[in-house]
């Protein structure tokens, strides 16, 4: 298990990542309660963690706590931007399209056959595509495929958890058929 130690200030929260991913999933940036407790996704509400296990990354339920253990199901979680703000609506679209070229740096280095950004607006800006669909996008990340998928943040509204569910399933079957099923080393 490789566990980064990337994050740059206090209070943020370090990459999960190792070489030869499956999934790295990319965040927008940490909010407040993943700074506070250096977890990914570590707000209660968030539905990070139920759409891993609903979609079948996980083969059950993952507390934030427990995030090293995605490392043995192939998953890696990062952020596009590392800073802590209370939202995202904190971040200039300078700051998303800087995390965006580190992001590429860190998928090069990593190589990952999947990378999932979490936010349809932020990736937007990010990557200057501001046409930008959810699911699988044309163009590849560091050799990456590239996915895009709603924000799992309980305060987005947009899409609920069946559609998101739904969403999520269709990355993890493409996972399957490019890589073949995952054999899961993390129980």
């Known amino acids: 298990m490789d566990v980064t130690g990337d994050a740059t200030e206090p209070g943020g929260v370090d990459d999960l990542v190792s ?10 940036n940490p909010g407040q309660t993943s ?4 977890q990914h996704f570590a707000r209660p509400g968030n539905r990070f963690w139920k759409l891993l296990d609903a979609a079948g990354f996980t083969p059950g339920l993952v507390a934030p706590s427990e995030q090293e253990r995605l490392l043995g199901y192939g998953i890696g979680i990062t952020n596009v931007v590392e800073r802590v703000t209370a939202g995202a609506a904190d971040l200039v679209p300078a700051e998303l399209r800087a995390g965006a070229l580190v992001l590429g740096d860190k998928v090069a280095r990593f190589r990952p056959a999947f990378v999932a950004v979490l936010g349809l607006g932020a990736y937007r800006v990010a990557f200057s595509r501001p046409r930008a669909q959810v699911g699988r996008q044309p163009e590849l990340l560091g050799g990456a495929h590239l996915w895009l998928l709603p924000n799992p943040s309980g305060l987005q509204a947009r899409y609920q958890l069946a559609e998101m569910t739904e969403q999520y399933i269709a990355l993890r079957l493409e996972a399957d058929r490019v890589l073949g099923p995952v054999r899961q080393l993390g129980h």
Do not use: D, Q
């Open 19 to 28: 070489p030869g991913l499956r999934v790295l999933f990319c965040g927008i």
């Open 35 to 38: 700074g506070r407790l250096a």
